[in-house]
């Protein structure tokens, strides 16, 4: 449940960095495409979620 609310949250903050964060010249992979910016924020999720407790 940890790993979904994980995955959930940064798809999420990926959603808005890539909706709300338009580069001006529409070449940053990241900001330019709320569909990737979505997908690379969960799968920073997943890694964040996975990460062993120290």
């Known amino acids: 449940m940890k790993i979904l609310l994980s995955v959930a ?3 999420v903050i990926g959603f808005v960095i890539g ?3 338009k580069c001006a010249s529409g070449t940053c992979p990241l900001t330019s495409n709320p ?3 979505t997908i690379i ?3 920073l999720g997943l890694v964040i979620s996975m990460m062993p407790k120290s």
């Open 9 to 11: 949250i940064g798809a």
């Open 19 to 21: 909706y709300f964060g």
């Open 35 to 37: 569909i990737i910016s």
């Open 41 to 43: 924020g969960a799968l």
